[in-house]
């Protein structure tokens, strides 16, 4: 298996893939919500808003995480990582989170500050992720879940407090993903 930054030819890969895991595991509308996601991340953000991975076998692609830039006033290097998926048939063979430790060393190694992610702690937790309160940085929509609500430094410091709601790419810019 090998890990790495998704090309040209693998959208409409990486679009399925989304589509089909969250459909089988959240049902049908899931799946087409989180597959428009991953869509529009990567038709419509800047390349130097996105960074998005792959985890591939044999030409096949296995799993697909994407990590788009948050905006803060004083501007950070941030991204938040939304959504990330593993082949329904591939899963608990660890390979969600080494995708997720690999996205996050190369982020790392391009000076990215900040990682927050908006899920499952016990889950995220294994990757490093820690709990953050919606006071310490304001997201960018309500929360229905704010237990959910994670984030993890890249550099040496601890994670800040910032005043001021950050805000995310437009892909990412709507409520009901929130």
Excluded at 49 to 62: H, R, T
Excluded at 92 to 114: C, D, F, N, T, W
Aim: proline letters at 5%.
């Amino acid at each position: 298996m090998n890990f790495r930054f998704a090309t040209q030819n693998d959208p409409a890969a990486i679009v399925s893939l989304f589509t089909s895991v969250f459909a089988r595991s959240e049902g049908e509308a899931e799946g087409a919500l989180i597959g428009q996601l991953a869509r529009n991340l990567l038709a419509q953000t800047e390349e130097s808003d996105l960074a998005c991975f792959v985890a591939a076998e044999a030409e096949q692609i296995l799993g697909a995480i994407a990590f788009s830039r948050l905006t803060f006033d004083p501007a950070i290097a941030a991204f938040i990582l939304a959504p990330v998926a593993v082949r329904s048939d591939r899963q608990g063979q660890g390979i969600g989170q080494a995708l997720i430790r690999y996205g996050l060393a190369e982020l790392k190694h391009q000076g990215v500050s900040l990682v927050l992610t908006y899920g499952d702690p016990a889950f995220y937790s294994k990757v490093g992720f820690q709990a953050i309160s919606p006071e310490q940085i304001i997201p960018p929509f309500a929360l229905s879940q704010p237990e959910g609500w994670l984030g993890q430094s890249l550099s040496e410091a601890a994670i800040a407090t910032y005043s001021g709601r950050c805000t995310c790419v437009a892909a990412l810019s709507d409520p009901q993903y929130w």
